[in-house]
Every structure is written in structure tokens, then in C-alpha cells.
């Protein structure tokens, strides 16, 4: 007898699967949404299984979508040329909280990664050379991660698309606003300064 | 447009709602949900709203309960003589974990507390003293937490329970196993000290 019913057992089993919530947490978490009321419960419940039940892909831009293609591909105002590549769904919702780009997305799903045995057939990159073919672009915005993979995915996308004659753009390194040169690597801070421009 | 489409928006929003899940960890969380096959996040789902609807209580302990009464209360092994109060279900779970109690508890479902407003009425105090003068106890075990309220609280029942001629003992207070004295706050070493046995 572990002093804790089957149900319980249960949540705090599945709770305990999500990263991040390790088995402390899981029984917080599962004490927590016992005590809560019952609507609230199952609001909780469907808005989980809703949110895999609703949610398809873009087969343009990749992202997740409840219609395909998804609201920001059927967007005429989006299409002003733009084409930011990010690495997966997260970050088109990263770019978005910034309120300033309204151009629109295409999203990789992966990085090239020779580590993890990842390479261009992983990820859409032919769906975004299909795109680059078909569609009206004038500037690519690579906006993947600034680490070893994401450089990479860069650096080989850029050299496939600049002989379309298409601009391509890489997102910015350097100091995150708010930070401490003293603290800042020594990476960043190299970046930072050749990316230096005058004010 | 956020970037987000519905179903994510809404999970996002329940998940926060969860103590200790802020709005960076729900969006993390959320995305690893549906990044998993359907199946597991139909079992997550069902796992907290089963939690809800299978739990009850037990009339007769407080804990939370499949049937009623709960499995522990049909205990026939259990009705040992001894009879372990707690505060809440989720102390119930944790002194299961040490294995070494076999009777039965009461859960009463808060402590007494004049700063919230909560006395002897507000908690199961009354349940308890019926069952005292029902049930063939010897001992009753305060296990109630070692702050204010929680001594308060140990304090007034054993007040109420010794004229029965009920032995009541208090869990003990002292040094946690792998503490250090040195970072030992003093009211908990002064109650190690004087709690000392002989070896």
C-alpha cells in the first residue's frame, strides 16, 4: 500500500513524463489539480487533448496550424517579399512577440546536425527551395539558432539560395539588451563588435 | 496575430494556471505535448480528468478515496491501535513512503489557524472525536507540520485527547538526516537538543 489511490498514481505517473517536472513536482501538481473543481479540471484535460486533436501542420510554411494552409499563408498582407526560416513552430511564436516583421515564415523543423544524423533531406529544405521557386521572395531572413547547428543550417542555406539572386539575411549576434559586457562570452562580444554599426 | 494559433494559446493559458508553471515553462511544456504522439497525450489528458472524477473522500478518514470507506479504513490488519493525524491526503502519501507505520490516520483537512480565519470548526476535529469515542484507539500520533500552526494545532487536540485516557504522542523535531549543525536554524537544533535520547 503506497498511501496513494490508482487515479492519483496515475497523474502523477503521467505528470511526471513532461520535461522539467521531475517526481516532487508531478505529486505538487497532482494534489494541486485534485483540489481544484471539476470544470476546471476538465478544462485543463481538453484543452491537452484539443491542442493535439486541433493542431495540423501548414503544408506551406510548416507551422502548426488548425487550417492548411494556416492563417498567415493565406495572409496577402504577409506576402511583402519576406521569408523568415526559423527551426521549428516555438520560434515563429518567439518572432511574432516582437511585433516586427510581417513577412512570412517558413519553418524548418530541425537543423542540420551530422551529430544526430540529421542532414538537408531531415528538415524542409526542398520545401523552401519549392517555395523560393514558386513564390515572389526578395529576402530570406535566416533566423535560426546562433549555435554550432543552426550557424551551419545557415551558412548552407545561404550558399544555396544566394544563386537565385535572392537577398539572405542572417538575424544579428551580440549583447542581449540588458546584459553586462563583463559577464558577456567572449563568442558574443567578438561578434557584437564586428557587427558594430554607427549611430 | 500572435503566432499562435488557438488550441496552443488555450493549453498555454491552463497550464499556467498551474502553481509554480510560469508562462516560459507552460509554453515549453505545451509545445512538448504536442509534439507527442496522439495516444500519449490522450492518456495524459485522461489521466487528470480521471483523477478529478475517481476521487472522492473517505468518510471516515478524510483521505482521498476510490470507494468509501477507503481501502486503509477496510483494513482489518490495520486497526492496530494507532491512529495517525495529519493535515492533509498528501501527508498520508508521504508517511506511506517510509514504510514503517501500519495503522490507521485521520486527515483533517487544514490545521487551525486565527490568522486565516480557521478554528477547531474548520478543520475535521469533530470527525476525529467521534471516532475516538467509537474506534478501540490506544495512541494517537500528531503528525501535523512543525510550524506554528501545526503545533497549534497538535496542541489543542492533544489538550482535547488526553482526558480520555488516550496516550498522545508528536512526531519528533530535530536535525534532518544529512543536515548540517552548522546551517541548522537554532529553534530546530534547541528542539534535537532537548529531544536527545540515550544510545
Chains 1, 2 share one sequence.
Do not use: W
Not at 34 to 54: H, M, T
Not at 74 to 103: F, T
Not at 127 to 141: C, G, Y
Not at 179 to 191: G, H, K, P
Amino acid at each position: 500500500m503506497s498511501g496513494m489511490i490508482e487515479p492519483i498514481a496515475k497523474l502523477i505517473n503521467q505528470l511526471s513524463k513532461l520535461p522539467g517536472i521531475g517526481s516532487k513536482t508531478a505529486q505538487r501538481l497532482a494534489y494541486y489539480i485534485i483540489s481544484q473543481p471539476e470544470d476546471q479540471v476538465r478544462e485543463l484535460a481538453v484543452a491537452i487533448f484539443n491542442s493535439k486533436k486541433q493542431t495540423k501542420f501548414c503544408s506551406i510554411c510548416g507551422n502548426y496550424a488548425t487550417d492548411d494552409p494556416c492563417d498567415m499563408c493565406r495572409d496577402e498582407s504577409r506576402k511583402n517579399g519576406q521569408l523568415c526560416v526559423v527551426k521549428d513552430p516555438r520560434d515563429v511564436a518567439a518572432m511574432e512577440r516582437m511585433r516586427e516583421y510581417s513577412g512570412q515564415y517558413h519553418v524548418l523543423h530541425g537543423v542540420i546536425s551530422p551529430m544526430q544524423g540529421i542532414g538537408p533531406d531531415g528538415i524542409r529544405v526542398s520545401e523552401l527551395m519549392k517555395r523560393l521557386a514558386s513564390e515572389d521572395v526578395s529576402e530570406v531572413i535566416l533566423a535560426t539558432n546562433p549555435d554550432v547547428e543552426g550557424e551551419a543550417t545557415a551558412a548552407y542555406l545561404a550558399r544555396l539560395i544566394k544563386p537565385m539572386g535572392i537577398k539572405v539575411t542572417r538575424i544579428a549576434h551580440g549583447v542581449p539588451v540588458g546584459a553586462d559586457l563583463e559577464y558577456t562570452d567572449e563568442v558574443t562580444l567578438s561578434r557584437a563588435f564586428s557587427g558594430r554599426s554607427e549611430i
